[in-house]
Structure formats: structure tokens, C-alpha cells
């Protein structure tokens, strides 16, 4: 069964305490995304990785960090550092080569209170 | 500094009826276009995609139209069905950057009515 796994559905944190966010994938997808997503806005980048031991920032990294040790696994830490960390994440991956759509997985609801 | 543009919030349109979703784009580097679907608290799903020597490509009820003159694409439903009511994002990525990025809209809420 391929696909894009991420767990919890939904997740509840006190303020200021650290929280990883997992996405495991078995599509031999080489690059990897996350984005969240706030009410009325699109998808924001938050870090990317194409090839394992390698990521970068995206757009808003600020509060994040990641890691890929694993070409299958690439979690999201939001730190107590991120302002506002309530949003709704989602992992995507993606062959490197050649034009390519995204795959997204299910998300996961971070509500930190 | 918005890359991809997508004016207008919300769409409603009766069943069996064309929906029409428009999306514009400033970065002339983009050279690949996609149109996800999302329903609320999952992840979007690919529908269709263009890429830029194309300026049509249609797949079943989905058309999207790419005017790379005037850096708009648009994405054409015929007929609507309930079923399609979600959030449609217009995304955008420049292959030829090393990187494969995609640049999202903010989406368009699209209803369609029985």
C-alpha cells in the first residue's frame, strides 16, 4: 500500500514546548516538502529536501527545523521559536526529474494552546 | 510579492454547468502549471497540469488553458457535479531551476449546487 503517511491527524501542544510532526513515505520519491496551511491562504513552504542529508529552507523556515537521515522520513520540529504555530502542515513528495506533480499526504492539525 | 494569483475567493455554480477557474502569474520563468483539488482537512490531489509548450491539455471533465502571453491559466469544469465543490489551488514551478519548487495560489472555493 504506497503513500504518504502522516501521524497524528490532529496534535495539541502547550505553548512553548517543542513538537515533531512525522511524514513517512514509501513512493521512492526523492525530494520531500513541507508546507502549512493558514485559513484563506495557500500552501506555504516551510523546508524541502531532494536528496537525503540535504534540506533547504522555503519561504517561512523560521520557528522550524528538519531532518533526512532516511530517504522515506522527513520530520518537521516546530519549535517554541515559531510565533504562531497553530496551522494545519502538510508533507508532500516528488520525483526530481522532469515535470512532476507533488504528492500530498493527509496533514496534520497542530494546535498549540 | 505574490507569485501566483488566484482573485477570486469563491465561485458558485449550478450542476451540469461549466466552472471556470482563473489563476495568474507574474514569474515568466514558470514553465509548468497545476491545478490540486482539496477538500477541508486533507491533503490536495493532483488533477491536471500543463506545461509551457502546451497551451491546452484535457483530461475528462478538466480542461486547463495556458496564455502565456498574458500569464493566466485557467482551469474549465464541464459538467459540474457536487461532488467537485472544494478548494482548487493554481500552482506554478520553474523546472529549469534546479530546485522544482511549487508556488501556490490561495485557491478558489468553488460550490456547485444541486
Known amino acids: 500500500d504506497g503513500g504518504i503517511t502522516q501521524s497524528p491527524k490532529y496534535l495539541f501542544r502547550k505553548e512553548g514546548q517543542n513538537v515533531t510532526l512525522s511524514c513517512e513515505q514509501n513512493l521512492n520519491h526523492d525530494a520531500m516538502y513541507w508546507y502549512r496551511q493558514d485559513p484563506g491562504q495557500g500552501l506555504r513552504l516551510i523546508y524541502y529536501?531532494?536528496?537525503?542529508?540535504?534540506?533547504q529552507k522555503g519561504d517561512i523556515a523560521e520557528g522550524y527545523s528538519v531532518s533526512r537521515e532516511k530517504k522515506e522520513s522527513f520530520p518537521l520540529t516546530v519549535t517554541s521559536a515559531q510565533k504562531n504555530p497553530t496551522a494545519f502542515y502538510l508533507c508532500?513528495?516528488?520525483?526530481?526529474?522532469?515535470?512532476?506533480?507533488?504528492?500530498f499526504g493527509p496533514g496534520t492539525r497542530l494546535t498549540v494552546l | 510579492d505574490q507569485q501566483v494569483k488566484q482573485n477570486s475567493p469563491s465561485l458558485s455554480v449550478q450542476e451540469g454547468r461549466i466552472s471556470i477557474l482563473n489563476c495568474d502569474y507574474t514569474n515568466s520563468m514558470f514553465d509548468y502549471f497545476l491545478w490540486y483539488k482539496k477538500y477541508p482537512a486533507e491533503g490536495p490531489t493532483f488533477l491536471i497540469s500543463i506545461s509551457s509548450i502546451k497551451d491546452k491539455n484535457e483530461d475528462g471533465r478538466f480542461t486547463v488553458f495556458l496564455n502565456k502571453s498574458a500569464k493566466h491559466l485557467s482551469l474549465h469544469i464541464v459538467p459540474s457535479q457536487p461532488g467537485d465543490s472544494a478548494v482548487y489551488f493554481c500552482?506554478?514551478?520553474?523546472?529549469?531551476?534546479?530546485?522544482?519548487?511549487?508556488?501556490f495560489g490561495k485557491g478558489t472555493k468553488l460550490t456547485v449546487n444541486p
Open positions: 529536501s531532494q536528496i537525503v542529508n540535504d534540506f
Open positions: 500552482a506554478a514551478s520553474e523546472t529549469q531551476g534546479g530546485s522544482e519548487k511549487l508556488v
Open positions: 508532500a513528495t516528488q520525483w526530481t526529474s522532469g515535470y512532476n506533480e507533488q504528492f
